[in-house]
């Protein structure tokens, strides 16, 4: 029941207020056609990480786990001509993929996809010393997620927003003695934050055609 009402709001929020979906329909299908796992954002979150990235008026933006590009196409369109979108993504097919995706839509001058292990590529742009970014969404391996939050902060500066996906896995983060290491990566994550004087964070818990889960945003304090 509840499961088959958030699917009809879902489709009621995107259908009234969401045209964009449409435009964006056929990545959703070349990476279902590529065999990519279902497994991004829905229309109203990645039309939600566009509004933020237009609210916050980000110019440089990272995302950590590109899968197919669904994602990093809804922030993309978010940009200035002059932004810039890098994107990390571990697996090579995934990566082919969004690669191909990124210039079907016309924004690979905009997109920079690094292909490889996201660690290693935030420890190349830390010691790279390159610009801050302004927003950044954080979508990979949930293990990673204390590892990533400290480079993070490291690559921003105050005002800059951070988002992290998947942060309440249809509730099951509140298990202390989950012996699943994505909760377990979850927790440790919110650990991080609460003892983090730099950022100012909450977390939202979502329902809809992905089921139910959650978002953890944060600033990074002046
Ligand atoms: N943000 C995407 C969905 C990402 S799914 C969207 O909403 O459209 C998670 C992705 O993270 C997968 O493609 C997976 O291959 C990638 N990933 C997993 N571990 C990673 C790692 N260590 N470094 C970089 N990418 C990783
Ligand atoms: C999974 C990963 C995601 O980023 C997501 O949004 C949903 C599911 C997963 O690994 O199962
Ligand atoms: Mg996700």
Not at 16 to 43: M, R
Not at 111 to 137: H, K, S, T, W
Not at 142 to 150: C, G, H, L, T, W
Not at 188 to 197: N, V
Request: charged share 20%; aromatic share 6%; with cysteine.
């Amino acid at each position: 029941m509840s499961r088959i009402i958030w699917d009809a709001v879902d489709r009621y929020v995107v259908q009234s207020l969401v045209p964009e979906a449409d435009e964006l329909e056929w990545v959703v299908q070349s990476n279902a056609a590529a065999g990519l796992p279902a497994i991004d954002v829905s229309a109203a979150q990645g039309k939600l990480l566009n509004l933020l990235v237009r609210m916050i008026g980000a110019k440089r933006v990272l995302e950590i786990g590109t899968l197919g590009g669904y994602s990093a196409l809804w922030m993309a369109h978010a940009l200035p001509p002059d932004g810039r979108l890098i994107t990390l993504e571990a697996d090579a097919h995934h990566a082919a993929v969004a690669q191909s995706n990124f210039r079907r839509a016309g924004v690979d001058q905009l997109v920079e996809l690094c292909e490889g292990p996201a660690l290693d590529a935030l420890n190349r742009m830390i010691d790279g010393r390159q610009p801050p970014f302004n927003f950044v969404f954080v979508d990979a391996d949930k293990p990673s997620n204390p590892e990533y939050f400290s480079a993070c902060l490291k690559l921003t500066r105050p005002g800059s927003v951070i988002v992290f996906d998947n942060v309440v896995r249809d509730g099951k983060i509140v298990d202390a003695n989950s012996d699943d290491p994505r909760v377990h990566g979850v927790r440790k994550l919110f650990e991080a934050i609460a003892a983090e004087s730099r950022v100012s964070a909450t977390a939202l818990q979502t329902v809809g055609n992905k089921g139910y889960d959650g978002l953890l945003m944060m600033i990074v304090n002046s």
